[in-house]
C-alpha cells in the first residue's frame, strides 16, 4: 500500500511538473509577445528591450523556467496586468467563492444521481429505467449556456422568482446561487446517474445478489445491504473525476451569472491576454484536478477489497 | 459476414454488432466491412431512440448541405433591428423568427450557423480520431516504451480540465477554426487513444493476427488491416458521443467570445451576443439555443441507440 502511495504521489508531482513547462512554453517561450502583452501594444521596441533586460527576459529559457517556477512553489504568482495587483490577491478569494459554488452543486447532483442511478440499475430495462435513462441523456445534450438561457427565461423573465446574474454585489445571498447550481447539475448529473445505474445493472445480475433474493430477504435490504455497497464503487471514481469536470462547467456558468469565480477570473485573464494570471489559475486548475485523481485512484483502491487485499 | 453485403439489407441476416464500450466492451467481435448506408439505417429503425437522434441528426445535415437554398436572406446583410418573429422584412417576405439586433434575419444566421458547426465538429473529430487511433494502435501493438510514453503524454493532457486547456490554448493562438480544429486534436486524442489502446491490447493476441504475422505481413498491416476494423464497434458509439461534445465545445467557445471570428453565424455567439437583450427580445436568443440543443440532443440520442441495438445481439 506504502509503495501504492508513493507511486501515485511521484506520479503527481510528475504530471504538474509536466504541465508547468507545457504552460510555461505556450505562454513565455517568445520574451517579446510577453513584453507587449505586459506593456501593451502601443509601445516601442527600445521600451520593449529595457523590460525584458530589467525583467531578465534576456537570459536562457531554462533559467527563466526554473526561477518561475521557484516563485510559484513560494505563491508568489507575479503581478496581474489586468487588475495591477498581485495574483494571489485576485486569486485566493475567486477560488473561494468558486469552492461555495462546487460544494452546493455537489451537494446537490451527487445524492440526485446516485438515487436516480440506483433506481434505473435496479431493475434494468423497466420503464422507470428507460425514463431516466433518456431523461439524463436530453439534460446531458443540452450545452449549460443553453439551459441557463432557458432556466433564466422562465424563472427570471417570465416566474420573477430568481435574480439573473449572481454578482453577490450585496454579500452572499442563496437566492443568486440556486440558477448556477441548477445548470450545473441539469449538465452534470446524467453522466454519474448513467455510471451508477451501469454499475448497479451489472451488480444485480451476481450471484450472491441471486442468493440473497432466493434466501426470502426482502428486495429493500438485497438492496440496501447487498447490492448498493458494491455497486457504488464504481461511481465513487466518476465522482471524484467529476470535479474536473466542474472546473470546465464554472467557466461557462460563472461567466453567464456573473459570479465572481474562478472560471470567470480564468476567462477574463484569458480574453485580456494577462499571462501572469492565466498561468496562475491553469496551475491551479490543474493541481486541483490531479489531486482529486489520486485521491479518486487511492478511494478506489482502498474501497475495493479485491485490489486492497492482493 | 463478406458475402452478405451483396444481399439486399432487409433480407440480409444481421451483422454481429461489436460490444459497447468499457468494460463489457473490450470483447469487440469479428464483424463484416462497413456495410452499406441502408444496411445501418435498417439496423437503426430496432430502436426508436437510435431512429429519433439520427432523425435530428439528418435534418440539420439536410439543412446544413441546402443553406444557400433554404436561407430567406444574407445571413450578414442588416435590415430591421429587433424584428420580432413574422415582422415584414423591407425586401418583401417575412422574418420568419425574427432578426436580431442589428437586424440581420435570425433564420438564415441560424440556418447558415448549422454549416460552420456541421463543418469544424467532424473534421475536428476525424483529426482526433485519426491522431488517437495511430497513437492507440502503436501503444496497444508495440507496447514496452512506446506505450509507456504515450501512456503518460495522455495522462498528463487528460489531467487538464478541458475547457481550462481550450481556454488557453484558442486564448493565446487566437480564435479561428483552423485552431479550434488543432485544440479539439490535441485534447481529445489522449481519450481516443485510451479507448483504442484497450481494444487493441484484447485484439492483439488473436489467432488472426497470429496468423498475419506469420505471414511475414508489416507491422503498418497488422495495425491497419487486421486489427482497427475489428475495434471499430466501440469506436462508432464514442465518435458519435465525442461529435455532441465537439458541437458542444464550438458553442461554448463561441459562447465564451473564443469561437469561429464574426460576423460569420456561429450560434454559441449568437447567444452570447444577445443574451443582454432578451428581456425584451427572447427571440434573438432562443432559436439558436434550440438549434445547438437538438442537434447535441440527436448524435447522443443516436450513440445511445447504437449502442442498445449492439446489447441486443
Known sequence: MLVFLGKRLAFMALTMLAVSILLFLLLEVNGDAVAVKVLGPYTTDEQRALWLVANGYDRPLYVRYFEWLGNILRGDFGQSIRFRVPVSEVLWPRLANTAILGAVTFGVMIPLALVLGVLAGMREGSRLDRSISVGSIVTTSIPEFASAVLLTFLFVFWLGWLPGTSAMNDGFAWRELVLPVTVLVLYGFGYIARMTRASMAEVMQTPYIRTAVLKGLPYRQVILRHALRNALIAPFTVIMLQINWLLSGVIVVEFFFAYKGFGALLLEASLNQDIYLIQACAMVAVFVAVTTQTIADIGYTYLNPRIRFA | ?313
Open chain 2, 1 to 313: 459476414m463478406s458475402d452478405t453485403s451483396a444481399v439486399h439489407p432487409d433480407i440480409a441476416p444481421r451483422p454481429p454488432l461489436p460490444e459497447p464500450a468499457a468494460p463489457r466492451a473490450l470483447r469487440a467481435r469479428l464483424t463484416g466491412p462497413l456495410r452499406p448506408i441502408g444496411g445501418a439505417l435498417a439496423l437503426l429503425r430496432e430502436s426508436t431512440v437510435a431512429m429519433i437522434g439520427a432523425g435530428l441528426v439528418g435534418f440539420w445535415v439536410v439543412v446544413a448541405l441546402l443553406a444557400p437554398w433554404l436561407a430567406p436572406f444574407d445571413p450578414n446583410a442588416q435590415f430591421v433591428p429587433f424584428a420580432p418573429p413574422g415582422a415584414p422584412h423591407p425586401d418583401g417576405g417575412t422574418f420568419l423568427l425574427g432578426a436580431d439586433h442589428l437586424g440581420r434575419d435570425i433564420l438564415s444566421r441560424v440556418i447558415w450557423g448549422s454549416r460552420a458547426v456541421l463543418f469544424y465538429a467532424p473534421v475536428a473529430t476525424g483529426c482526433a480520431f485519426a491522431v488517437g487511433i495511430v497513437m492507440g494502435l502503436l501503444a496497444g501493438y508495440k507496447r514496452g516504451w512506446v506505450d509507456d510514453v504515450l501512456s503518460r503524454l495522455s495522462d498528463i493532457i487528460l489531467s487538464f480540465p478541458i475547457l481550462v486547456l481550450y481556454v488557453v490554448i484558442i486564448s493565446t493562438f487566437g480564435a479561428s477554426g483552423i485552431n479550434i480544429v488543432l485544440a479539439v486534436t490535441f485534447a481529445s486524442a489522449p481519450g481516443i487513444m485510451r479507448i483504442v489502446r484497450g481494444l487493441v491490447l484484447d485484439l492483439r493476441n488473436r489467432d488472426y493476427v497470429a496468423a498475419a504475422q506469420t505471414r511475414g505481413e508489416s507491422t503498418a498491416w497488422i495495425m491497419f488491416v487486421e486489427i482497427l476494423p475489428n475495434a471499430r464497434g466501440p469506436l462508432i458509439v464514442d465518435a458519435c458521443l465525442r461529435l455532441g461534445y465537439t458541437i458542444i465545445t464550438i458553442g461554448v467557445l463561441g459562447f465564451l467570445g473564443l469561437g469561429l471570428p464574426p460576423p460569420d453565424p456561429d450560434w454559441g455567439g449568437m447567444v452570447n451576443q444577445t443574451r443582454s437583450m432578451a428581456t425584451f427580445a427572447p427571440h434573438m436568443t432562443i432559436f439558436p439555443v434550440i438549434a445547438i440543443s437538438s442537434l447535441v440532443l440527436g448524435f447522443n440520442l443516436l450513440a445511445d441507440g447504437i449502442r442498445e441495438i449492439s446489447l441486443k445481439d
